[in-house]
């Protein structure tokens, strides 16, 4: 059974002070059992939040991480940085890494490497643009993209990573694919991990949505049976929000 996971990423939104804030909010309320729940923080606001999450359930998450563990990589973190202050996932490649931050395939790959030999659970973000799309060559960056990140990764630390699948067209344009489109690109990234790994690794791995996810949109998309969560942008700054989206995914099906 596969445990869904619902992650909250805040990009470049909130202070530390608005993060206690929302932390204090989610106090008020009993999240499920049976659900991950993540908040993915700007960096700033990660110590206030390894202290106002307590209680909550809600696990810890970093926006990006650097390949080594130390050096003079001015505005970078490492894994042992962010270990040591509670952070416990990470994301990796996202869309907005790869555009505006010359992010490849290759960062992507030792990335999720030092992410792994670190003891951070990696969320790796895959997916295809508007142009890909209409091109008819979905499949054939998705696939790409996660075998040049799990390139040479053993099946049992495959079988740790949470892999986004963010269709670029999606994010943030309040257009979201179709459950039925999400899950057959899903369906597809499970076959690839099973023909990186095996049949057995693949059925672990937990596959995520994300793309303008909403409360109102999430109980379709996690109705299919290879969607085990999302990653989550607006609707995840509002605490009420996020708390409706964690509900949602209290899910009583064998995946």
Same mark, same amino acid.
């Given at each position: 059974?596969?445990t869904?996971?619902?992650a909250g990423?805040w990009?470049m939104?909130?202070?530390?002070? !608005?993060?206690?804030?929302?932390a204090? $909010?989610?106090h008020?309320?009993?999240?499920p059992?049976?659900?991950?729940?993540?908040?993915?923080?700007?960096?700033?606001?990660?110590?206030?939040?390894?202290?106002?999450?307590e209680?909550?359930?809600?696990? *810890?998450?970093? @926006?990006?991480?650097?390949?080594?563990?130390?050096?003079?990589f001015?505005?970078?973190?490492s894994?042992p940085? *962010?270990?040591a202050?509670?952070?416990k996932y990470? #994301?990796?490649?996202?869309?907005?890494?790869?555009?505006?931050?010359?992010?490849t395939?290759?960062?992507?790959?030792?990335?999720?490497? $030092? $992410? *792994?030999?670190?003891? *951070?659970?990696?969320i790796?973000?895959?997916?295809?643009?508007?142009?890909? =799309? !209409? @091109?008819?060559?979905?499949?054939?960056?998705?696939?790409? @993209?996660?075998?040049? $990140?799990?390139?040479?990764?053993s099946?049992?630390?495959a079988?740790?990573? #949470?892999?986004?699948?963010?269709?670029v067209?999606?994010?943030?344009?309040?257009r979201?694919a %179709?459950?039925?489109?999400?899950? !057959?690109?899903?369906?597809? #990234?499970?076959? %690839?991990?099973?023909?990186? %790994?095996d049949?057995s690794?693949a059925?672990?791995?937990?596959? @995520?949505?994300?793309?303008?996810?909403?409360?109102?949109n999430? =109980? !379709?998309?996690?109705d299919?049976?290879?969607?085990?969560?999302?990653?989550?942008?607006?609707a995840s700054?509002?605490?009420?929000?996020f708390?409706?989206?964690?509900?949602?995914?209290?899910?009583?099906d064998? =995946?």
């Amino acid at each position: 059974m596969r445990t869904p996971v619902i992650a909250g990423n805040w990009k470049m939104y909130k202070t530390p002070e !608005e993060a206690e804030a929302f932390a204090a $909010a989610l106090h008020d309320t009993r999240l499920p059992d049976g659900v991950e729940a993540v908040i993915c923080a700007p960096f700033v606001a990660l110590p206030a939040l390894r202290k106002a999450l307590e209680g909550t359930g809600v696990g *810890l998450g970093a @926006q990006n991480v650097h390949w080594e563990r130390e050096g003079a990589f001015t505005g970078e973190i490492s894994v042992p940085m *962010l270990r040591a202050i509670g952070v416990k996932y990470a #994301i990796i490649g996202h869309s907005e890494r790869r555009a505006y931050f010359a992010e490849t395939d290759e960062t992507v790959h030792r990335k999720l490497k $030092a $992410a *792994l030999a670190g003891g *951070l659970v990696p969320i790796v973000c895959v997916g295809e643009t508007l142009e890909e =799309r !209409e @091109q008819g060559r979905t499949k054939e960056v998705v696939r790409q @993209q996660v075998e040049k $990140a799990l390139q040479g990764i053993s099946a049992e630390d495959a079988a740790r990573v #949470i892999i986004a699948y963010e269709p670029v067209w999606a994010i943030g344009t309040g257009r979201a694919a %179709t459950a039925q489109d999400a899950e !057959e690109v899903i369906a597809f #990234i499970r076959d %690839t991990v099973a023909s990186l %790994t095996d049949a057995s690794t693949a059925a672990a791995v937990r596959i @995520q949505y994300g793309g303008s996810v909403k409360p109102d949109n999430i =109980r !379709e998309l996690l109705d299919m049976p290879n969607i085990d969560g999302a990653l989550v942008g607006g609707a995840s700054l509002d605490p009420a929000s996020f708390i409706k989206l964690v509900q949602a995914a209290e899910a009583g099906d064998d =995946r």
